[in-house]
């Protein structure tokens, strides 16, 4: 498959001809005419989700950070090189590796402001980064010189690199699937771990940032479930029964790394976790994530801390849900 046009005013297709890969669009992004109706809603919520960084109030996590406990300073140092590995990942991998690729232009315009929020994220994890250390190389070095988070990230980007090269329609479909997993399964631990500290009373600036980060992911991941249910509807002949275990495979893997994760972050010492507990909660999200694409669940497993949920959601709210102060962005909804 070859990498869209990006100037084609000699194509014919219809609204109706129009395709999520392989179709032959003009290139114009037409905000008054789009066949994705879902894609338009997602980009006038993420447009309503506008937030900055710099504007989340980080001085009381400065003095937090000195009086954390030696586990949970380890917690939050490994956390954080692990978020800025995937969102740098992020940033790049759309704009090479999906966008090139994608025929509807309304989804590009999501891919595309997609990657500024992940770039966005980036910013979130140094204002964070530099509020508490005095030496920032030490803990974006982390990714690379600390093993477990090395292997967690080798085998992502192994994922990404056995689906480039030559590009055909089962591999285009596979890194849809590949990028669910990513937004729906591979942040989750760590967000976790952030509302911990926040549910304890500390690093407050910090659980808020990731709530804002985390409400752009929960738009990331339905960008990817959209695409993945209109390529089913259209090209139905792909979604074969030997997909379905490849993506089952891919899942139970994901599954595995996170769980292992956030034993590796917590090691028993977080309050509120253990183990069984947030092993459970990877496996209830991977259960919501394969309903959401028209999978049977894996696990059947219940939620085994609901409480994350009332943290990380924002329900409208015009004030900081740790520290009751007022917000002034535009709380988009989904």
């Given at each position: 498959?070859?990498?869209?046009?990006?100037?084609?005013?000699?194509?014919?297709?219809?609204?109706?001809?129009?395709?999520?890969?392989?179709?032959?669009?003009?290139?114009?992004?037409?905000?008054?005419?789009?066949?994705?109706?879902?894609?338009?809603?997602?980009?006038?919520?993420?447009?309503?989700?506008?937030?900055?960084?710099?504007?989340?109030?980080?001085?009381?996590?400065?003095?937090?950070?000195?009086?954390?406990?030696?586990?949970?300073?380890?917690?939050?140092?490994?956390?954080?090189?692990?978020?800025?590995?995937?969102?740098?990942?992020?940033?790049?991998?759309?704009?090479?590796?999906?966008?090139?690729?994608?025929?509807?232009?309304?989804?590009?315009?999501?891919?595309?402001?997609?990657?500024?929020?992940?770039?966005?994220?980036?910013?979130?994890?140094?204002?964070?980064?530099?509020?508490?250390?005095?030496?920032?190389?030490?803990?974006?070095?982390?990714?690379?010189?600390?093993?477990?988070?090395?292997?967690?990230?080798?085998?992502?980007?192994?994922v990404y690199k056995n689906?480039?090269?030559?590009?055909?329609?089962?591999?285009?479909?596979?890194?849809?699937?590949?990028?669910?997993?990513?937004?729906?399964?591979?942040?989750?631990?760590?967000?976790?771990?952030?509302?911990?500290?926040?549910?304890?009373?500390?690093?407050?600036?910090?659980?808020?940032?990731?709530?804002?980060?985390?409400?752009?992911?929960?738009?990331?991941?339905?960008?990817?479930?959209?695409?993945?249910?209109?390529?089913?509807?259209?090209?139905?002949?792909l979604f074969t029964a030997?997909?379905?275990?490849?993506?089952?495979?891919?899942?139970?893997?994901?599954?595995?790394?996170?769980?292992?994760?956030?034993?590796?972050?917590?090691?028993?010492?977080?309050?509120?976790?253990?183990?069984?507990?947030?092993?459970?909660?990877?496996?209830?999200?991977?259960?919501?994530?394969?309903?959401?694409?028209?999978?049977?669940?894996?696990?059947?497993?219940?939620?085994?801390?609901?409480?994350?949920?009332?943290?990380?959601?924002?329900?409208?709210?015009?004030?900081?849900?740790?520290?009751?102060?007022?917000?002034?962005?535009?709380?988009?909804?989904?």
């Open positions: 498959m070859e990498r869209k046009t990006i100037y084609n005013p000699d194509s014919k297709e219809s609204l109706n001809d129009r395709r999520i890969f392989g179709g032959n669009s003009d290139g114009m992004i037409n905000f008054t005419k789009m066949k994705y109706q879902w894609a338009l809603n997602l980009w006038d919520t993420m447009e309503a989700n506008t937030w900055f960084p710099k504007e989340v109030q980080m001085t009381g996590d400065a003095k937090d950070y000195k009086f954390l406990t030696e586990p949970e300073k380890r917690m939050y140092d490994l956390v954080l090189s692990q978020l800025i590995f995937m969102d740098s990942l992020q940033t790049n991998n759309l704009m090479d590796n999906i966008n090139p690729y994608i025929t509807a232009p309304e989804i590009n315009a999501c891919l595309s402001r997609q990657s500024y929020e992940e770039a966005n994220h980036s910013k979130s994890y140094a204002v964070m980064v530099e509020s508490i250390s005095d030496n920032t190389d030490q803990i974006y070095d982390m990714w690379k010189n600390d093993v477990k988070l090395r292997e967690k990230n080798n085998y992502i980007a192994a689906l480039s090269g030559e590009i055909t329609d089962e591999k285009i479909v596979l890194a849809l699937f590949a990028n669910q997993i990513l937004e729906g399964l591979y942040f989750y631990a760590g967000f976790a771990a952030m509302y911990a500290l926040g549910k304890s009373g500390k690093m407050l600036g910090s659980s808020q940032m990731i709530r804002f980060i985390q409400r752009d992911e929960v738009t990331h991941l339905l960008l990817f479930q959209n695409m993945i249910n209109s390529v089913r509807k259209e090209r139905p002949e030997e997909l379905e275990e490849t993506v089952r495979g891919m899942f139970r893997k994901a599954v595995e790394l996170e769980s292992s994760w956030g034993s590796y972050i917590t090691q028993g010492q977080i309050l509120g976790f253990t183990d069984g507990i947030i092993k459970q909660y990877i496996q209830y999200l991977a259960d919501k994530r394969l309903d959401a694409v028209g999978y049977k669940p894996e696990y059947n497993v219940k939620h085994p801390i609901p409480w994350v949920d009332g943290y990380a959601s924002f329900n409208d709210q015009r004030t900081n849900f740790f520290e009751g102060n007022v917000v002034n962005y535009s709380k988009g909804s989904i």
